[in-house]
């Protein structure tokens, strides 16, 4: 199985990501969308570089170089040009503007992630699914809820290596290809330029080894950020839950909560399931 492309969080793109970033996404935008004529001997998906080039305004050469990674240093207005003609939203646009942006940084000094004795104080009187996250989506801590919500939210888990790996993660999610797009994407934005983290590569590494699905959605470049929403899951117990979801910054993790519109069928199913998670 060949995985040497695309599959790393630090690898030969972290050294050219503006143009491994660029070409991801010129890949992804069809003639129609940039309204070209497709017709009938196309050698490659999406657009080609001329036509990238001519639809930005710059020199097809300039371009070139910038997918090379020969010129790691383009204007804002190059970038926002670059940005229109490939379609991206304002996520993808800011992350586009910080890879040229980029600059040499001095190491980082890795520090363990740590839940403060005020947060499990705080799970322990919740009666709603809550629980830490890391910026890897590894889960620090858990209340009892959460974890009868889904036992793949026990602390020492990873949300994204069960959403990837775990058949019942995968059945628990009403629409599991968009919530697996979702975190491959979000993993990628809470990356940014921090490609050296330990846990980012091995994550990165583990998973581009073990799931096609994930090589597919990381190679896609897509970017995003995976905040409040909601959700629908089928548990296996008390059935379909409509849930919000919210991720509240606390020091270095992330509180995240599920919680149900009062009085609706979701809020009685999850009171049934707060009685169940008794001891």
Do not use: C
């Not at 050698?43 to 910038?66: C, K, T």
């Not at 697996?180 to 590569?201: E, M």
């Amino acid at each position: 199985m060949d995985v040497s492309m695309g599959v790393s969080a630090k690898d030969e793109e972290s050294e050219n990501r503006l143009g491994s970033y660029l070409r991801a996404r010129r890949e992804l935008v069809t003639p129609a969308q940039a309204g070209i004529p497709a017709g009938g001997n196309r050698r490659v998906p999406g657009l080609r570089r001329e036509e990238v080039a001519l639809l930005a305004g710059i020199s097809a050469d300039y371009y070139l170089r910038l997918e090379r990674g020969r010129d790691k240093n383009p204007s804002a207005q190059v970038l926002d040009s670059l940005a229109r003609v490939l379609h991206l939203d304002d996520v993808e646009r800011t992350y586009l503007l910080g890879l040229g942006a980029a600059r040499p940084r001095a190491p980082r000094r890795k520090r363990p992630e740590h839940v403060p004795a005020r947060v499990h104080q705080l799970l322990a009187h919740l009666q709603i699914p809550a629980f830490v996250e890391g910026r890897a989506f590894d889960v620090l801590a858990a209340n009892p809820m959460a974890v009868a919500f889904s036992p793949r939210l026990r602390p020492g888990e990873n949300r994204l290596r069960s959403l990837l790996l775990d058949p019942e993660e995968q059945a628990f999610h009403q629409d599991w290809p968009q919530a697996a797009a979702g975190f491959v994407a979000a993993l990628r934005t809470t990356i940014g330029d921090d490609t050296d983290n330990p846990r980012f590569v091995e994550l990165v590494g583990e998973l581009a080894l073990a799931s096609a699905r994930f090589r597919t959605l990381w190679a896609r470049h897509d970017v995003r950020n995976l905040d409040g929403g909601t959700t629908t899951v089928h548990h296996p117990v008390v059935g379909d839950l409509r849930l919000h979801r919210d991720k509240l910054p606390i020091d270095d993790v992330i509180l995240v909560v599920y919680y149900p519109d009062k009085d609706t069928d979701s809020d009685e199913r999850l009171r049934l399931l707060a009685t169940l998670a008794l001891p």
